[in-house]
């Protein structure tokens, strides 16, 4: 099928400045590291490089945790309608300078432009608008009330959301009267500490935001710091049970948000185009590099024909490329190591029998990019239908009855989200009171609220993020 012709709209990147090389931010400002190692970040679209960035070492944690003592006592001081002030103005801020942010993380992680400009940076905004909001209610709310914030809370985040991880991490932990030490993924540092800079244009007192760039030993030397009285994880489940069991014999405050694989259930009554609309966006948004992706498409056996006929039209309209063209609909592969472990499932797949689909699309010459990719003729017990692939691919399962439908939903150690597609509310409610997921989409999916809490059941974590649930995250007892 031909696409249609269409014209470049390319964003422009001279709104962005990127440093040659950036230390860590403790203290309220910019600092040379004790670690004298650098990682390089590269664009995943060119593979040029962008920067490099301090990986921070246990004596740079060290010093966070102390400019994060200081922090927490001028911080504790304030009301929290003061606090409330700090983050309105981080919230309009990030509004004012949205567009800088969205090319940064494009280039930086390669989603698309109009993924990171119309979805990330309103979430982010929204995020700390959301919880400034709450600041100064704490006090008043009956299930706020009498508990007291953990104090230093170490937060590590993944490459897929980076700006937006933050903001669900950063913004409640503020509200609540924490001090934060954050650590972002190693291949997306740069919105994070473009943000840091913000910090310091609103006056956030020193040590209240730090920030310490790194790898994985940057993020085990955070766990392990005795003086961190709560660790928010978002990442993998391996690493989720690496802190787990770190932390077990710890006095300390843990959520961990891990992965998933989901089930977007379509049933023969539902409104069929919508549900191929819902079911592309499941998967596709963001390249697939989505925890909550509805990666397992759950079809009722009467309409696979159909379905898959139209989905494989449809896909085969996505754009694929430079993520900053306004246009693109499919951007690059986070990093050679997501692309290598991406290929690798999809190459067992098909020696396991499954029968592939890809659009003819054509990939850049550089660059990290895979085919929008569509798996029919799997079994349940496929590695495909089974792991996370965290990348462009769909494997579909088919169903006869409802309750087929659940025990194959069901059938996964993960339990993060699920979406139900049909024009009966009775069906809706009887199958989401089935489905052992976190947050189930009714007829939609993918959407996003500051006010609705997020997080999952079984190997995809525990603790809620957004919302009253989320505020309670960073709040215990005294
Ligand atoms: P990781 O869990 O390895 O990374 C998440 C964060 O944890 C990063 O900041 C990472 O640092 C840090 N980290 C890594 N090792 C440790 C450690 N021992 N102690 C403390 N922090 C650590 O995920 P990956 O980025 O490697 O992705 C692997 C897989 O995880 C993906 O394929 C996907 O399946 C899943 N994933 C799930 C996400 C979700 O939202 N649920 C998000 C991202 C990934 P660094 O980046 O420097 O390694």
Aim: charged share 20%.
């Amino acid at each position: 099928m031909n696409n249609w012709e269409y014209a470049e709209s390319v964003e422009s990147t001279s709104i962005v400045n990127i440093e040659k090389k950036y230390g860590i931010f403790i203290d309220g400002k910019f600092q040379t590291a004790n670690s004298k190692k650098f990682i390089k970040t590269v664009s995943p679209s060119t593979e040029e490089l962008l920067s490099s960035v301090t990986v921070g070492n246990k004596n740079d944690i060290n010093d966070a945790v102390e400019s994060a003592k200081e922090g927490l006592k001028i911080w504790t001081k304030f009301s929290g309608t003061e606090r409330a002030k700090y983050l309105f103005k981080l919230a309009r801020l990030i509004q004012e300078r949205s567009r800088e942010f969205a090319v940064l993380e494009s280039i930086d992680g390669g989603k698309p432009i109009k993924e990171s400009r119309d979805f990330d940076l309103p979430q982010v905004a929204a995020n700390f608008f959301y919880f400034a909001g709450w600041a100064d209610k704490l006090e008043l709310s009956w299930n706020t009330k009498g508990l007291k914030p953990y104090g230093i809370v170490g937060q590590i985040i993944p490459w897929n959301f980076p700006l937006l991880m933050l903001s669900w991490k950063v913004a409640p932990a503020l509200a609540t009267g924490n001090v934060v030490i954050l650590k972002p993924a190693e291949s997306t540092p740069l919105t994070a500490l473009l943000f840091a800079e913000l910090c310091q244009e609103v006056g956030l007192p020193p040590g209240v935001f730090n920030l310490v760039t790194g790898d994985g030993t940057t993020g085990a030397a955070l766990v392990q710091h005795p003086d961190i009285s709560k660790i928010a994880f978002t990442g993998s489940t391996a690493v989720g049970k690496y802190i787990q069991n770190e932390t077990a014999e710890r006095d300390i405050g843990l959520t961990l948000e891990l992965g998933g694989k989901a089930a977007n259930i379509v049933f023969n009554d539902a409104a069929i185009d919508q549900a191929v609309e819902g079911v592309v966006n499941g998967i596709f948004f963001n390249q697939g590099h989505v925890c909550c992706a509805g990666s397992r498409l759950v079809l009722q056996e009467d309409i696979h024909d159909e379905f898959v006929s139209k989905l494989e039209k449809r896909m085969q309209s996505l754009r694929l490329g430079n993520p900053l063209d306004k246009n693109t609909d499919i951007g690059a592969i986070n990093s050679k190591d997501q692309l290598d472990k991406i290929s690798k499932l999809v190459n067992e797949g098909i020696e396991e029998g499954g029968s592939i689909f890809q659009t003819e699309c054509e990939l850049p010459q550089n660059g990290f990019w895979f085919k929008p990719t569509l798996f029919t003729n799997a079994q349940p017990s496929y590695r495909i239908a089974r792991e996370e692939i965290f990348g462009p691919v769909l494997t579909t399962l088919t169903f006869r009855t409802p309750e087929e439908a659940i025990e194959i939903s069901n059938n996964t150690e993960y339990g993060l989200s699920a979406g139900i597609w049909t024009e009966k509310g009775s069906k809706i409610l009887w199958v989401a009171d089935r489905l052992q997921a976190g947050v189930i989409w009714a007829n939609t999916f993918n959407k996003f609220d500051p006010s609705s809490p997020f997080g999952g059941y079984k190997e995809s974590g525990f603790g809620r993020e957004g919302g009253r649930h989320g505020l309670l995250s960073y709040l215990k007892v005294q």
